[in-house]
């Protein structure tokens, strides 16, 4: 049973940086895709960023030159490296995982496994 377990979120003033990270513990992450999404209070989730197996990276465009994915397959890791934040990028981030995930595109559809979410609040 594939278990995503996300950290590092928490209260930063805008302009800030914060690096989530999203561990499966004793679940191989290798093949799969990997993604960030977020979800503010009102709004739909949306897909941040995401990173295919073989590395590709995507990025909605409110992130692209802000954020970083990354992946660590010796740790069973995703990061999502957070910088120049800004307030309207409070919300609860989640990871997601799946096979063939992020191969096609960031949207939240064909991941199955998800993490239970971690806060993110950017003050003025």
């Known amino acids: 049973q594939l278990r995503l377990v996300e950290s590092g979120g928490g209260l930063v003033q805008s302009g800030g940086s914060l690096r989530l990270s999203c561990e499966a513990p004793?679940?191989?992450?290798?093949?799969?895709?990997l993604g960030w999404f977020r979800q503010a209070p009102g709004k739909e989730r949306e897909g941040v960023s995401c990173?295919?197996?073989?590395?590709?990276?995507k990025y909605v465009d409110s992130a692209k030159g802000r954020f970083a994915i990354s992946r660590d397959n010796d740790k069973d890791t995703v990061y999502l490296q957070m910088n120049a934040l800004k307030p309207e990028d409070t919300a609860v981030y989640f990871c997601?995982?799946?096979?063939?995930?992020?191969?096609?595109?960031?949207?939240?559809?064909?991941?199955?496994?998800w993490g239970q979410g971690t806060q993110v609040t950017v003050s003025t």
């Open positions: 997601a995982a799946d096979l063939a995930a992020c191969d096609n595109s960031i949207s939240a559809t064909g991941y199955n496994h």
């Open positions: 004793g679940y191989g992450l290798d093949f799969l895709g």
């Open positions: 990173i295919t197996s073989g590395g590709t990276t």
